[in-house]
């Protein structure tokens, strides 16, 4: 098994009625054997799985071979701009599925795509300005930072 340093969370940055063929598909016009993400957590709040954890995902390009990725569908209006419209199912499970997987990755840092960005300013963090995605359009390190895996409860 590969050694999981961290946790991304996505938004697929598209509608929220998205199908999950609809996600492949476009996986596959970008030219990648592997999917962006290996669960992905639909508005109903089912979990789908796309990938075992023990292969590569596209994810967030140069950070994917110590991450486990995983995306909510949704992250933008009608507009197109970045929104977290997050359905409450969906609030669940992705807080189902990540602590599951720090069950199984003790340890792991959850980061926002968005955090891999460059820190120009070289002040120790990713400020508001610097991001380069809106993705995953909430700030997953604050809002996961007390989440506890399974088993330690
Ligand atoms: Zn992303």
Known sequence: ??????IFVHCTATPQHTTIEQLQAA???????????????CPTGR???????????????????HAVHVAYIGGIDSQGRAVDN???AQRSALQTQLRVLLTR????HILGHRYISPDRNRNGR???????????CFDAATEYAGLRPVRQE
């Open 1 to 6: 098994m590969r050694t999981i340093k961290n």
């Open 27 to 41: 996986f596959r016009r970008r030219g990648w054997s592997a999917p962006g993400y290996h669960y992905v957590i």
């Open 47 to 65: 979990i789908v799985k796309l990938l075992d954890d023990i292969f590569i995902a596209n994810g967030v390009a140069g950070h994917n071979e």
């Open 86 to 88: 997050r359905t409450c």
């Open 105 to 108: 990755y003790p340890g792991a």
């Open 126 to 136: 990713v400020d508001a300005w610097e991001r380069i995605k809106a993705c995953n």
